[in-house]
């Protein structure tokens, strides 16, 4: 659950729309990267995400 509101979050597809990427509050470009303290930084948080993409990527190519 997310405790920020961003008018270019959706909230459906957790996706940054300004960016086109995966959302990750506090990110380079992020409208809240400039005003907001995060107890997890950034850098950690984009590695984790991607991470996690490509495990549902990788259990999904062995689905199919």
Do not use: W
């Not at 995966?22 to 948080?45: I, K, M, T, Y």
């Not at 590695?47 to 996690?52: G, I, T």
């Amino acid at each position: 659950m997310s405790s920020f509101s961003c008018p270019h979050f959706d909230m459906e597809k957790d996706y940054c729309q300004r960016l086109h990427t995966d959302c990750v509050p506090g990110r380079p470009g992020c409208v809240l990267s400039q005003n907001s303290v995060f107890a997890v930084p950034v850098e950690q948080r984009i590695r984790e995400k991607a991470e996690a993409r490509e495990r549902k990527r990788d259990k999904q190519a062995g689905q199919g």
